[in-house]
Each structure stands twice: as structure tokens, then as C-alpha cells.
């Protein structure tokens, strides 16, 4: 989470994850920038080290020995991280383009997404093969490949379309694997066919002779079959079409010469014949000097290189120093990358071979310190330095002009009271954007100038009335705006009625215009899908300047009088039910400490961006008497305030309980929530305290819970089709984690299960 007391004068953004950005992200959390707001736009938690994908793939590392975690190095570098898949850029506006969020503002951009395996020139390529880049998505397709191997009876061919480094490096790591994987489920690997395909007559053709000729002895051993100066001209599910023959195999891999995006051209940035884009000796955009690109997305027009990871790597230093000059209006320094590289290629097997221009060697020692160097390069963004908490507040000379200045000096003048209000100007541009749920039961709404909103009650309904407000635990306020319309639409649905208006109350971090009005209608936009979702009507609100990003609503619900579900509605013999995991109590205390993995942030944000409005409806139509929302105290606490309302006791089921990635592993660290201690002292609940808090998971049925799901009872013949049903809603950690009993003679009404 961003915290400064720094106004924000200028927005850099950085899209894609690639290895240049890493470089970035960490050289930025070495040495902040004050007035600079950092954010990094990618679809995945974790990017891979290209270097580590082949022993990944054979299964020498783990996930998290192959991966550099996103979340943790944005937080060190204090950089706003936005899960989401750029699709364009508005450079007369100055917007990053995103598939699934409000644009993005930048004063200044760098891009650096990589590239994908060019299929273009095969008919039916696209669709039909599986592209080794991006990584992620090959990843994915790689574990299903050797779930499939194992379950596989016969043959099983794999064609591999690239022999340069690339296709040769993956070949052989999955031969090795599949080999590996085949033993243990007790099936030959020697039904196991693979086929190399190349429109060279040789293999890694940027090599030299005696580099091929390992390899070539290598493939031909282990019975590699080789189609050399064999050009796939196209593509059928399960075949591969040369000049010479048609070819049936089981799965396509795609290493071939790198593609480009199509967006960037289509934003009106130059490009190169291949649509890379085109930078100069400092990075920058020979087209637009806003823009910087590095990678196996830009071509430097002066120096081009293979597009290489190892060329990437380089560029983060001289890309990262070039970001600060433009920001600072300095004079830019000039790059120019090494002609020449060590190529160290790897046979699956531990076992590599080194090229640099016309000398080769080969053997383990160097596969061991090509590990060596590899996990050096890893460690550098995974395993962060605790930096000095003290802020350097003073902007650095050049960042702002004379005009911002001057705003940023009134800011330190600003007024409490109805003074701290955000200008009229700003949040007329901010609400404008902004197009609530229509209703024909709302009067007077969020776009008319009187001072309040006027609602009707239709005939034979009963209100229901709720409030919630909270800081921002997330640095995207888009996300942001989302978790706090579900948190605050929790109540209502909880109870069984619809909401019907909502008015909000939201505190932006004080900053010159233009970023307040950015976060506003970011934060807004995110609250604003969830609303309207819900055809609930955002009728009004209030908004004011401070210390930190929060916001909530006051939400009006509607509800028949007969269809209220309270906490006092457990019967014995009742099944409990849970429609989300727990954990983001401990989770994002450790996101604070960094001590969370990305992935477990991202999932947990999944949950939480889910709204109840489906499950509580699924509730209802089961017959559910009693459900509540769980959030501040925990998942325990709410069952008191179930068990004490309806004088029943209640057995609670640890194992079935379910728990967000990760959520074990930092309790277990000791991590907890601030608010973890008061909700602890509900203990004395709990009949058999000794026994259930020997327990590691014990923990976490305190753990508070922002925009949490449903805890609810169900008649026992009912809970089963409940849960299948949940579970098709797209709530699909639901689970039966308890049961309703008779009330005892003991002060203490649950029993905690191990």
C-alpha cells in the first residue's frame, strides 16, 4: 500500500513484468522518488526467468525457485500494482489501455510485455498449437501435458515447431521430465515420440558448428526424429503439414522467431517490419519521447539484437536510469548493448553446453554453474532488504514546474470541516464518468443538484439499513472501489433483501488536481461495476481530502417482511455452510511486512471482488433461516452471534473449513491481523479450547475478513444440493462446516472439530 505524505506530481507506468522492469522496480525501491507515483500493469503475480524455464519444465526447480513474485517486489517498490492485460495505448490523451479496468494516466510509459512465438505465417497455427510464449500460458498447458503423459496409455507424440535455443532447450527438458514422470506411473517411456521440426537445415542456427554438432549428437541419442529444412506450411488439430508429408501428433509446442503485439502499432507508435517498437540509442521511442520500451518487445533501430533474455536483462540499468532523467527533464544517456553473449543451453538432464562466438564447451560443472548464476539473478528480487522507513519528502528539482509548485504549496494550507471537501470542478468531472443503476423507485439521484437523494418504498417491502467505511488495504483504487461496494453490500444481502440505494463516502489522499480526480474516478469506477451489478443505485454521497484512501457507503436494501434471514435462525440439526475461503486478515498483514507471496494477494482479491448477491439468493431458495456476512470478527465471532441469538450449540468442523492460499503458511509465520487479538478473546466460547487450539489452523477462525463470504445455516436434506449449486455460481471453495445442536448445560455452545 502507498503511503506518503509526498503529493503526487507525475504517474510512471510500467507495462509487463518482463526482465528489464524488474530491474526497474527494484532500483526504484533502492532509491524512491519522491512526487513520482510508480505503477506496474501485468496480468500475472509471478514472471518467469526465461533462463530457468527449461529446468523448470524438468523439474530441477520449484515454482517459486523459477519465478520472481510481482506483488512483494512492487510493494518494496512502492508501485501500484494492477492485475489486467493491456490492450492499447491513447498517446494524444496519455492513457494505458487495460481489458478489464478504467484506463490508466501516465505522464510518462515504458513497456516491456516480451514477445509471442510468430504463427501468423501458418494457416491454422493460431489456435491449434500451443506458443511457448507468454510463459505463463505455456505453464499451464505444460502441467496438463504431463498430467496427460501419465494417464496416457501408447503412444504419445509431441512435435516441437523451432529449433533454435528455445525449442531445443524445452524438447529436451520435457523428454527428461516425461521420461521421469512415465517411470513413476509405471508406463514405458519409450512411447513416448518427439519430433523437432525447422525451416533451417540445422539446428540453432545463430551457433556454432561445433555447438550443433553436440546437440545433434544429443537428439540423435536419444531419438529425437529430426525434420530439418522441413518448413511447417500449416496446421490440423493433431497434424503437422510439410512440403514432404503430413505428420499426426498428439501435442504442438511453438518456439518459433519471436511476434509482436498488435497493439502497440495500432496505437500510432513506429514500429519495425515485424511490429517491434522501435527505440533509440536511450530507449525511448523514436516516435513519441513519452514512450521507453525494452525487451523482445522494441528493437534498438541502431543495434538490433536477438530477441533474447539475456539483452532484456541489460537494458533494466540504462532503461531505469533513463525513466528518472525524463521525469526530471535531464538530458538522456546513451546504451549500447554487448554484440556478443555467452549462450549456455541446457540438455534437460543437468547437463549444458556453452557457445560464444566460435568456441563451444560442455559438461555438468557448467550446467551447475549456469544454477549458480541463475539462481543469483533470482534472488536479487526475491529475497528484498528491509529498507529504512524514513521518507525523503523533497521533490527532486525539475520534477515539477513553477504551476505545480504552487498547487502543491496550497495543498499544506487546505481547511478542515466541510473546507477538506474535494473542488467542486474535480468531482463534477469525476462523477460525470460515472452512470449509476436506473431505477424507477429513485426520485431524486446522484446527478441532480439538490441536496439529497429521495428514494420510494414500494408497497408490502421493509427497509434495510447498513453502513460500512474502511481504509484502503490495496493500492489500486479500482480494486479498491470494488472490495468495498461488496464489504458494504455484505449486510444486505446477509439478511435476504436487494439493495435499492447506495451513497458513498470516500477520503482521497490530498495531491494536485489531476490525481485526485484520476483516484477518485478509478476508485468510483471499481464501486460503481459492483452497484450497478446489484441494481443498486448510487444516489449521492460525500467526498473530502486526507491522509489516506478510504471509502464506504450507507446502503439502503429492500426486503419482504416474512423473508428476513437473522442470526437467530439456527435450528438443531441444521447444516452450516461457508461460500468463501478465510484469510485475508493474515494475508495482508504479511502483505504489509512483504512476507505474502503475489499469488496468494491475487487469489484473495479474487475472492474478495466476488459479490454475495448469487449465494444469498441460492440461500434463500434452499431454505436458509439464518446467514451473515463474515468481516471484522472472523469467522468465529459471527458464529457467537448466531449460536448466542438462537440458544443452540454448535459444532464447527476445522478441516472442512475453508482457508485462502497461503493463509496457513503466515499464520504458521506468526502473522496476524491488528484487529486479531480482541477477536481472540472470544475464546471462551470454544468448549474444548485446549484440545482445538494445539491446532496451527486455530488462528484463522479470528482472522477479521474484508468482503467475505456468507456464513449461513441450511436444513440438513437441503445442504448438499445448496452446495453443488454454490459451487456452480462460481463459489467454488464452498463448504458444510459444521452442525447445529441442541443447547447444552455448558457455558461454552462450540465445539471446534479437529
Excluded at 171 to 195: D, K, M, T, Y
Excluded at 361 to 387: C, V
Excluded at 409 to 414: C, D, F, L, Q, V
Aim: hydrophobic content about 40%; aromatic content about 6%; overall charge negative.
Amino acid at each position: 500500500m502507498q503511503n506518503t505524505d509526498t503529493p503526487i506530481v507525475k504517474d510512471l507506468v510500467l507495462v509487463g513484468g518482463g526482465h528489464s522492469h524488474v530491474s526497474v522496480l527494484k532500483r526504484f525501491g533502492m532509491k524512491p522518488m519522491p512526487g513520482v507515483r510508480l505503477t506496474l500493469i501485468c496480468r500475472d503475480a509471478h514472471t518467469p526467468y526465461s533462463g530457468m524455464l527449461p529446468g523448470y519444465v524438468a523439474g530441477h526447480y520449484t515454482y517459486d525457485e523459477a519465478h520472481i513474485d510481482l506483488g512483494a517486489l512492487a510493494r518494496f517498490a512502492n508501485a501500484r500494482f494492477y492485475h489486467s492485460t493491456v490492450t492499447g495505448l491513447d498517446l494524444n490523451e496519455k492513457l494505458v489501455i487495460c481489458d478489464d479496468r478504467p484506463p490508466v494516466r501516465f505522464e510518462l510509459v515504458s513497456i516491456n510485455t516480451g514477445s509471442t512465438p510468430n504463427t501468423s505465417g501458418v494457416t491454422g497455427a493460431t489456435g491449434n498449437v500451443v506458443p511457448v510464449k507468454p510463459i505463463n500460458n505455456f505453464l499451464d498447458r505444460w502441467e496438463a501435458l504431463s498430467a496427460r503423459a501419465m494417464a496416457h496409455e501408447g503412444p504419445l507424440k509431441i512435435a516441437v515447431v523451432g529449433a533454435g535455443a528455445g525449442g531445443v532447450e524445452i524438447l529436451l527438458a520435457i523428454q527428461h521430465r516425461l521420461g521421469e514422470l512415465r517411470a513413476v506411473a509405471e508406463n514405458s517411456a519409450e512411447n513416448i515420440e518427439f519430433h523437432l521440426f525447422s525451416n533451417t537445415p540445422d539446428i540453432l542456427p545463430t551457433h556454432n558448428a561445433r555447438a550443433r554438432r553436440t546437440f545433434m549428437d544429443v537428439m540423435q541419442r536419444r531419438g529425437v526424429n529430426l525434420h530439418l529444412g522441413e518448413p511447417v506450411t500449416q496446421v490440423a488439430p493433431g497434424v503437422l503439414t510439410t512440403a514432404t508429408a503430413d505428420i499426426r501428433v498428439d501435442e504442438i509446442l511453438w518456439v518459433t522467431a519471436a511476434g509482436a503485439p498488435s497493439w502497440p502499432a495500432e496505437a500510432g507508435l513506429d514500429v519495425d517490419d515485424g511490429g517491434f517498437i522501435k527505440v533509440g540509442n536511450t530507449l525511448q521511442s523514436t516516435s513519441h519521447p513519452d514512450v521507453y520500451a525494452a525487451g523482445d518487445v522494441a528493437t534498438m533501430v541502431n543495434h538490433p539484437r536477438p530477441k533474447s533474455g539475456v539483452f532484456a536483462v541489460r537494458q533494466g540499468k540504462p532503461l531505469e536510469r533513463n525513466l528518472r532523467r525524463s521525469l526530471l527533464g535531464r538530458k538522456l544517456l546513451t546504451f549500447r548493448p554487448q554484440s556478443k553473449f555467452l549462450g549456455l543451453i541446457s540438455t534437460g538432464d543437468k547437463f549444458a553446453i556453452a557457445s560464444r562466438g566460435g568456441w563451444s564447451i560442455k559438461g555438468e560443472a557448467l550446467w551447475r554453474w549456469k544454477d549458480w548464476i541463475d539462481r543469483r539473478f533470482i534472488e536479487k528480487f526475491n529475497d528484498l532488504p528491509d529498507m529504512d522507513d524514513e521518507e525523503n519528502t523533497v521533490l527532486p528539482a525539475g520534477l515539477a514546474t513553477a504551476e505545480v509548485v504552487k498547487e502543491i504549496s496550497a495543498i499544506a494550507m487546505r481547511c478542515g470541516g466541510c473546507g477538506a471537501k474535494v473542488g467542486a470542478t474535480v468531482l463534477s468531472r469525476a462523477l460525470n464518468t460515472l452512470k449509476p443503476a436506473p431505477r424507477n423507485d429513485v426520485l431524486i439521484g446522484l446527478h441532480e443538484p439538490d441536496d439529497a437523494a429521495v428514494v420510494e418504498v414500494p408497497p408490502g417491502k421493509v427497509m434495510v439499513h447498513t453502513v460500512d467505511y474502511f481504509r484502503s488495504m490495496v493500492d489500486d483504487p479500482y480494486i479498491f472501489g470494488k472490495i468495498a461496494a461488496n464489504h458494504s453490500l455484505g449486510d444486505i444481502f446477509a439478511m435476504g433483501g436487494d439493495p435499492q440505494t447506495a451513497l458513498a463516502v470516500a477520503t482521497v489522499p490530498f495531491g494536485i488536481e489531476s490525481k485526485v480526480e484520476d483516484t477518485l474516478t478509478q476508485m468510483m469506477s471499481g464501486a460503481m461495476e459492483i452497484l450497478n451489478d446489484t441494481n443498486c443505485s448510487l444516489v449521492g454521497g460525500h467526498t473530502s481530502e486526507g491522509p489516506e484512501l478510504s471509502l464506504g457507503f450507507a446502503v439502503n436494501g429492500l426486503i419482504d417482511k416474512d423473508k428476513i434471514m437473522r442470526k437467530g435462525g439456527l435450528r438443531p440439526g441444521d447444516k452450516l455452510i461457508v461460500t468463501k475461503p478465510i484469510g485475508t486478515g493474515t494475508l495482508f498483514a504479511a502483505d504489509m511486512r512483504h512476507k505474502a507471496k503475489g499469488r496468494w494477494i491475487a487469489s484473495a482479491l479474487d475472492h474478495m471482488v466476488m459479490s454475495n448477491r448469487l449465494g444469498a439468493q441460492c440461500l434463500v431458495e434452499h431454505g436458509s433461516r439464518a446467514a451473515t456476512d463474515i468481516t471484522g470478527f472472523g469467522l468465529l465471532g459471527h458464529l457467537v452471534e448466531m449460536v448466542r441469538a438462537s440458544d443452540v450449540d454448535v459444532e464447527l468442523l476445522l478441516d472442512a473449513v475453508p482457508m485462502m492460499d497461503g493463509a496457513e503458511d503466515t499464520v504458521r509465520a506468526g502473522i496476524v491481523s491488528s484487529l486479531q487479538p480482541q477477536n481472540v478473546r472470544l475464546r471462551r466460547a470454544v468448549a474444548n479450547l485446549e484440545e482445538a487450539g494445539k491446532d496451527p489452523r486455530y488462528p484463522l477462525i479470528f482472522d477479521p475478513q474484508t468482503a467475505g463470504g456468507l456464513l449461513a445455516s441450511l436444513p440438513a436434506d437441503r445442504a448438499d444440493e445448496c452446495v453443488a449449486k454454490l459451487i456452480e455460481l462460481g463459489y467454488g471453495r464452498t463448504m458444510i462446516v459444521g452442525e447445529v445442536k441442541v443447547q447444552s448445560d455448558l457455558l461454552e455452545p462450540i465445539t471446534v472439530k479437529i
